[in-house]
DNA sequence: AAATATTTTTAGATTTGTCTAAATAATTTT
DNA sequence: AAAATTATTTAGACAAATCTAAAAATATTT
């Protein structure tokens, strides 16, 4: 089946707020795809009659295995994308989503399935986030605060508690980006600062203040 | 200015049916459009309005100058993609032409340029039809059959008259695919049968009735 | 449990791109 | 040049995806 870059934006919104809080509502679908409650329902409607959605008018909707299998396609060619935009056209993290955005909705099987053999089967985009592979298996993952992590468990930075300058200004000496692996290999009962592996470099040591603002992908 | 998909297609279809005929009848438009007449009318309205076509009703229409800059970017995006199809992800020429019509109307201008700097910035898509540059410049070519070809001027494969299973199992015999560059060596007077030389191989010399079955695209 | 507030849905309109059928203009034939 | 043919345009309709305004269902407060 073939669906249009509609709904298959609807599809993948209602797949990343069930990720977040399982029960999704109008009102919550509407405002992450910016659009009207009523043109929520106008499309639930829809996805309904295409056997893409569990939808009872007033009681509350969520996808159907069908569904799922199809946000994970649509999942699966936005990060491939993001990453061949990083890796091979040199783009910063940063600078993806938009582009992705549009590239995620040309759904040639061959081109995507090429695609992903070209850039070596990578597992996950440059956020950190899983890359689903071409049967629609993804790693699951929960985003914890650094001190949350196991000793000696790598996993990518995916986001940033304080976001002030002289946070950023701190992690750009440390070398620290999104996406970049990190490892704590040891807490200082001290001052509870630890010393972590950063990925292709030396083991830095970092605050406890840093370490409760540093998000990571942590797959479990 | 940004445009719709639909409009992206009459503009590129105006552009190629003026290359070859100058003057573009609504009739041929809907036809390479496989649209109805009364639709093209209705679109060609729109791109005046747009300032991107001449059109006065009944006497005929013609892209203006921003009609052909946007025509050349679409273009482009289209060969290049294209390309990186054929020479990153291993398609074969006849594949290509379906997915990279989708990937021409993603139209971040970054994008388009670092994938061409990330291909090396090709002057010929995988068919021997010229990439436009990052300015729209285009080499003009014109389709030749290979008996009028000058000698020793090397240029592209384009398109094969007789396309009989015979003619093809010859054609695979002599390793010439569409986009293969030939050159004209020497013209044997006795049956006017050629030395050609097929880049990359041995020179061959192939019959007067091969040769006018085959079309070179051929700058000048 | 009433009253109030919030959420969701319906009803009806709008835009874009398409269509069919009919009307009009241009071209070709006789 | 009149008639016949062909090409093009107009008029009016439709599907998809959106909107606004109003109605209906659900949830919250007092």
Redesign the pocket.
Known sequence: MNY????E??IKAIYHLQQEHHLV????L?NE??????????????LKQKKLLH???????SLTALGNQVALGIIRRHRLWEYFLVDKLLFTWDEVHEVAEELEHVTSRKLVDRLDEFLGFPTVDPHGDPIPDKNGNIVKTRQVALPDLPLNRSAPVCSVGDQSTDMLELLRHYKIKLGTVIQIKKVFRFDNSMEVAVANQDTIIISEQVAKNLFVKYEG
Chains 1, 2 share one sequence.
């Open positions: 249009s870059t509609s709904e934006n609807y509502t109008t009102n919550a509407s795809l910016d659009t009207r409650p009523a043109s929520v329902t106008d499309m639930l409607k829809k939808y009872e008018k007033y009681k509350g909707f």
